[in-house]
């Protein structure tokens, strides 16, 4: 167990449609990641956020937003849902989130995304 | 941008030693190795980090060349459990650059063990 949780395990839903993925780092860490992995692109860095702000942007589409809050807790909302979207979204946490340092991340279990 | 390249996959047997290679021949000054292992259905784990020579833990080793434009991820003795996909990351550690580039995971290299 990393300590990581993320909120829901499975997530089911239609195209056109939006969801909010949830997920709270570890106790003391500031900084959040979140990823996307689908079974043709790999593992995708989408953000990062530190202790409420923008860090670092990845490949996220405009589609896609994500905000941590003053607890630090951090969701993911996905909108628009296209059938491409099915995939496992990650959420990771490190203790600070320097700019540019390669922390270690504790990813959590993942959300399963299938947009039928 | 340091891009990584590794094998798609290696297979070996149980109880051998197990090397995975990755090339980063854009490697800069303050750039880190990390490796991480994932199985299946599960976010990545942390296995080791180094910047050059030779790094050792519990779980692996970490083998980097005084051009540091590869590293190798050892393995000793592997177990059908080791059987996981293995990334390599390179990151930057100061305010000149890194963000996203240190975050790259790819495909990795899918490592299977067989009895």
């Known amino acids: 167990d990393s300590g990581v949780t993320q909120t829901p395990k499975h997530l089911i839903t239609a195209t056109g449609q939006r969801v909010t993925l949830r997920c709270s780092p570890r106790s003391g860490d500031l900084s959040v990641y979140w990823y996307q992995q689908s079974l043709d692109q790999g593992l995708q860095f989408l953000i990062q956020y530190y202790n409420g702000e923008e860090r670092a942007k990845g490949n996220i589409l405009e589609r896609f937003s994500a905000q941590q809050f003053p607890d630090l807790h951090s969701e993911l909302n996905l909108s628009s849902l296209e059938l491409g979207d099915s995939a496992l979204y990650f959420c990771?946490?490190?203790?600070?989130?320097?700019?540019?340092?390669?922390?270690?991340?504790?990813f959590g279990p993942g959300t399963r995304l299938l947009v039928l | 941008l340091a891009k990584t390249t590794q094998p798609i996959s290696m297979d070996s047997y149980e109880g051998q030693e197990v090397n995975i290679t990755c090339s980063h021949n854009n490697i800069a000054t303050n750039d880190y190795i990390t490796w991480y292992q994932q199985f299946p259905s599960q976010g990545p784990r942390f296995i080791i980090q180094?910047?050059?020579t030779k790094v050792t833990n519990e779980v692996a080793s970490l083998f980097i060349p005084a051009d540091r434009k590869s590293s190798t991820l050892s393995l000793p003795r592997v177990s059908l459990s080791d059987t996981a996909v293995y990334y390599c990351?390179?990151?930057?550690?100061?305010?000149?650059?890194?963000?996203?580039?240190?975050?790259?995971f790819g495909k990795g290299t899918h490592l299977i063990i067989q009895p």
């Open positions: 990771a946490s490190s203790v600070l989130g320097r700019k540019g340092v390669q922390e270690t991340q504790y």
């Open positions: 990351l390179v990151g930057d550690l100061g305010e000149s650059g890194g963000g996203a580039d240190g975050l790259t």
């Open positions: 180094g910047y050059k």
